[in-house]
């Protein structure tokens, strides 16, 4: 019998806003604990929640992103349950009226359904000791935007492209930096499994405890084999909560204590209803970014790229902008792209630095590829001149000039030259005559000796053959 | 002079002419609270060096004489209310020793009125009673009748302002607590629109329905207080952007061409002979002065009670979710949290508290959402309707406050339904989120106990009520008679 | 309508109830429920519930940072407090 694997993802996003969802305190990471709490994110006695408006933009921009239904009405709710890190022993969510329902996250040929998209507020943060915990609060109250998957997922693959997917557009929104090391995207899985060919589904069972995209892969591939596994030997699966475990590379279930919950949700009194309309929809929708798949297209239509260097450029909006600027002025952005994708990227990777911080800026790329282009300096010359480049943040013009490297393209020059290495090398020349194609290439190498590397090896290439037909 | 006996615009008359400095009345308040409070046990903290502080600061700036709506006038606030640096326990053992670090906004805009804030008042915890004596530190008594509860849950705050222990006092509404005590006692009572007045710094007890209002000795004080505390605030939601009138340039216009509506539904079976008896006669004293009296019908009042009791619960069962003994408050320890919630709660909450957060709880619990808490809110709409029609007949509707007066410590205390039934006339007016005053209209015979009738009027239209209730208040003298202590 | 679990919905509200205290409420609260019961005697097939008492939607701050209080307001009133940190037995997952 075969199984497929059924998967929905649960992401929540802290939102790149400047304060917290119901209060003005700081939402900066890495404060020192409890000096970015107010009473209202405290939970204290008598305090009342307000709306952040830049929260709401932002879901909204992410519901138009993915192409969801943007709800004209939409509502608040009290999710009522009891934990240290709730302020207020209830979490203000969105229950029946989300702001966004519907949309896809388009994963190569394949769209991933999006439930819904809606606004809630996060909860403090813990630290264990040995018989106690500490709660910081500076967390509690950051904007949380909650996007649930359908289940279409039917591969830890497709759970990590989708991630990814997910984030790239989050960031390039100015969403979410969504960087998940600081916990600003944070994902649960809801996994079963099936027979191939059942329409209904397995029992759901999630899995917590995921921090990193990577994590979440291995995880649900450990999750879909051991659920596979249970159904063949013919046991019987039951709904639970179980928590990823990477150090042990396995899921074990959690204690069902606390999760076992009765929410009773009900309407927030305290806060007031949202309205879209078109107005507000069309101030949100300027704010819409290039989305990565738009762009990879325009890359391949506009600089004339093969769509594996379009998909390498637009993976990050930084590096896309970098290319972008330096083929700006290049007559040549095939070039440009590759020096990107090799030369750089692999200098940067070495170096631990991101494109940002790129030594060479674009414009100076854009020197570079032209000098080659305009026969100033050869290809393989031009490898050392941007390693220079590099390393010394100058110009290829100043060091081209710095070193005296411009490329010998006087033909009378290299005439001399190529006359030289004939004369010094009869027996390549006679090989040649005789047929040895390959020996002509000992004598360019000459050539490019007596040049002191400098020669136009286009140029000389074709010199030589002339000379060595002639006699 | 007894400073302590005088109204707002009395004092604050000799405080503008230099007859007198804050510090005099001030000290004049907490000699009267020295002398009888042992008695009452209106209050539960007073900082006389405080309080003298904040009115020796007024006296030096002038502000009394400048012109300041309130300048240098003593008001007691409920301890319900955040005030930063002093003590908020909302009559709780679960917030036993917390102290303040926030101002509650109204707070705010007494001290800009530059009013003295004075000490705080018992209270029913977390505003859950009608009596004062669900106070986890003893009951307050009526200054009419020691052996009578004040009403509540704002008893605390209604005793001090009838026995002159507070020339004013802030108490809160959620289904009649302060109009109800300001019957029982004898003074001005009132709950502003929802909306009206900022929540923000109010311990929330059932949040769509809580208001903040004042006590006062007479309705154009209440008038004066009203004007200082009302107002949009940023800080909460669900206060309205609405203008504040000059709530006092509106009194004198008297009822001529007005229509009263007297709801039939508020003349019930069982209510006290002598209570019904003076309000009826309050009503054509209203006749007399020009205003037409209209019968209307508010068809869902007896409904009023089970709605309240569902909602309010419900409501209260999520806002008392944070006295967990984590962050502050009382901590009883346990094994592990779940077991510290459960003693700390326990132990903190008294018995009221823990009967309604339980029936609250039920009433939003799977299963019974649709049945109690869903169907309680769309009664609730048609209780509203009700007064909406009715408003289309008249434009205030006058009534009892309560259906008795003052009844004895202790005589409700074991049956919660009979006390909820108490606030039978009250609760629509919150459900509603209509304004409401309540005004002494008269006493019963044997003892001697005040009676109050409530004058209710259009969302934002306190201007009419508070007029009626000036009208009516400048014909009588009720309001001048005051208890023997 | 079945009579209330006490013990289940003192769980869900985290508050220890005496045996007492038990029997205490469930007499009272069976009265109330029987009390409030009297709703069902309306047809509220076409009502809306009031979810709030006036009618405003879109009530927004602008995201700006206002100032945090002080770590000593913050902490003062906490039951127990160690390296600042509200502490609390531990949360075992």
């Known amino acids: 019998m075969q199984y497929e694997a059924v998967i929905g993802l649960e992401v929540h996003v802290q939102l790149k806003t400047r304060s917290k969802m119901f209060c003005g305190c700081s939402t900066e990471f890495g404060a020192a604990p409890n000096t970015q709490a107010c009473p209202v994110c405290l939970g204290y006695p008598g305090v009342l929640p307000v709306m952040n408006e830049e929260a709401v933009r932002k879901t909204i921009l992410t519901g138009l992103m993915f192409g969801s239904k943007v709800t004209e009405f939409s509502k608040w709710d009290r999710k009522n349950y009891f934990y240290p890190d709730m302020p207020k022993n209830y979490q203000i969510s969105q229950y029946d009226l989300p702001l966004c329902r519907g949309g896809a996250v388009q994963i190569g040929n394949k769209a991933v359904g999006v439930t819904r998209i809606h606004l809630e507020e996060d909860v403090a943060k813990s630290f264990h000791f040995e018989t106690t915990s500490g709660v910081d609060f500076n967390r509690a109250g950051t904007p949380l935007m909650e996007i649930v998957s359908e289940p279409d997922i039917r591969s830890p693959d497709e759970a990590f492209a989708y991630l990814t997917a997910l984030k790239e557009i989050l960031i390039s929104g100015g969403v979410s930096d969504c960087d998940m090391e600081k916990g600003q995207l944070r994902c649960d899985a809801n996994v079963s499994v099936r027979p191939v060919g059942q329409k209904g589904f397995g029992e759901k069972i999630e899995i917590k405890n995921m921090n990193t995209i990577s994590g979440i892969r291995r995880a649900l591939a450990y999750e879909v084999q051991r659920q596979t596994a249970a159904l063949e030997k013919g046991e019987k699966l039951q709904q639970e909560t179980r928590r990823w475990e990477e150090a042990a590379g396995k899921t074990l279930v959690m204690r069902t204590k606390e999760y076992a919950h009765d929410y009773r949700y009900f309407p927030e009194p305290d806060l007031m209803p949202v309205t879209v309309n078109d107005a507000l929809l069309e101030q949100v929708r300027k704010h819409l970014p290039e989305l990565p798949e738009a762009k990879r297209r325009r890359f391949v239509k506009q600089y004339g790229l093969p769509e594996y260097d379009a998909g390498v450029l637009v993976a990050s909006a930084a590096l896309a902008s970098y290319y972008e600027r330096a083929a700006a002025n290049s007559k040549n952005p095939k070039a440009i792209s590759n020096w990107v994708m090799t030369e750089l990227l692999a200098r940067l990777a070495e170096t631990k630095c991101d494109i940002g911080e790129s030594p060479i800026a674009p414009e100076r790329l854009t020197e570079l590829v032209a000098a080659v282009d305009a026969g100033q300096i050869s290809g393989k010359m031009a490898k050392d001149v941007f390693a220079e480049m590099f390393a010394s943040g100058k110009s290829a013009t100043t060091i081209i000039k710095e070193r005296g490297l411009v490329q010998l393209s006087d033909t009378s020059a290299i005439e001399a030259f190529v006359d030289q290495a004939i004369a010094a090398n009869p027996k390549s020349v006679a090989d040649y005559r005789a047929g040895n194609a390959a020996a002509i290439n000992f004598l360019k190498g000459q050539v490019m000796r007596l040049s002191q590397g400098k020669a136009n090896p286009q140029l000389v290439g074709g010199i030589l053959e002339r000379k060595l037909k002639e006699s | 002079m007894s400073l302590h006996t005088l109204t707002i615009h009395q004092l604050r008359e000799k405080l503008r002419r230099g007859e007198v400095s804050s510090r005099e009345a001030t000290q004049a308040v907490i000699d009267r609270i020295a002398a009888i409070d042992s008695k009452l046990k209106a209050y539960l903290w007073l900082n006389t060096d405080d309080a003298l502080a904040q009115a020796d600061a007024i006296d030096r700036a002038g502000i009394a004489k400048n012109g300041k709506l309130l300048g240098g006038i003593p008001v007691a606030i409920k301890d319900v209310i955040n005030v930063e640096g002093q003590p908020c326990t909302c009559g709780s053992k679960i917030l036993k020793g917390h102290t303040s670090v926030y101002d509650a906004t109204a707070i705010k805009r007494l001290r800009e009125a530059g009013a003295v804030l004075l000490g705080r008042t018992n209270m029913d915890e977390f505003a859950m009673g009608s009596s004062t004596e669900n106070s986890s530190w003893g009951v307050t008594r009526n200054p009419w009748d020691l052996e009578r509860i004040p009403g509540g849950s704002s008893g605390g705050s209604a005793a001090a302002v009838t026995a002159d222990e507070a020339i004013a006092a802030l108490g809160s509404d959620t289904g009649g607590s302060i109009r109800q005590p300001a019957a029982l006692t004898g003074c001005v009572g009132l709950k502003t629109t929802y909306g009206r007045v900022s929540r923000y710094g109010l311990v929330a007890f059932a949040s769509s329905l809580d208001q903040i209002g004042p006590f006062t000795k007479t309705v154009a004080d209440g008038a004066l207080m009203l004007r200082a505390i009302a107002g949009h605030d940023a800080s909460d939601s669900t206060s309205v952007p609405q203008p504040v009138p000059d709530y006092t340039a509106a009194l004198d216009r008297g009822v001529k061409g007005l229509r009263v509506g007297m709801p039939k539904e508020y003349f019930i079976e069982g209510m006290d002979r002598e209570v019904e008896a003076a309000v009826r006669t309050a009503i054509k004293r209203l006749n007399e002065l020009g205003a037409e009296v209209v019968e209307i019908s508010l068809p869902h009042a007896d409904y009023a009670v089970a709605v309240y009791y569902l909602v309010a619960t419900a409501e209260a069962s999520a806002n008392l979710a944070r006295f967990d003994g984590v962050r502050y408050g009382l901590r009883v320890p346990g094994e592990d949290v779940i077991d510290m919630y459960g003693k700390t709660r326990g132990a903190g909450f008294g018995e009221e508290v823990k009967r309604r957060i339980i029936l609250g709880t039920y009433a939003l619990s799977a299963g019974y959402y649709d049945a109690y808490y869903l169907r309680a809110q769309k009664v609730r709409t048609l209780i509203r309707r009700d007064f909406e029609q009715a408003f289309a007949k008249c434009d205030v509707v006058v009534a009892p406050t309560t259906p008795t007066p003052a009844f004895k410590i202790g005589e409700k205390m074991d049956d919660p339904l009979q006390m909820y039934l108490s606030d039978i006339f009250t609760i629509g007016a919150n459900l509603a989120g209509i304004c409401g005053v309540s005004i002494p209209c008269g006493f019963t015979s044997q003892p001697k106990l005040p009676i109050g009738m409530q004058i209710l009027g259009k969302p934002f239209d306190e201007e009419t009520i508070l007029r009626v209730a000036h009208a009516y208040e400048q014909g009588t003298e009720w309001h001048r008679q005051k208890p023997a202590l | ?93």
């Open chain 3, 1 to 93: 309508m079945p009579d209330m679990d006490i013990s289940y919905i003192a769980h869900l509200a985290r508050v220890e109830l005496s045996e007492a205290e038990r029997s205490k409420f469930a007499a009272q609260l069976k009265d109330i429920l029987a009390y409030v019961a009297k709703l069902n005697e309306l047809d509220v097939s076409n009502v809306e519930p009031t979810a709030h008492a006036t009618p405003l939607t879109n009530v927004f701050r602008k995201d700006e940072v206002r100032p945090s209080i002080e770590i000593e307001k913050v902490l003062k009133n906490a039951p127990e407090q160690a390296r600042d940190l509200f502490i609390v037995p531990k949360i075992v997952e």
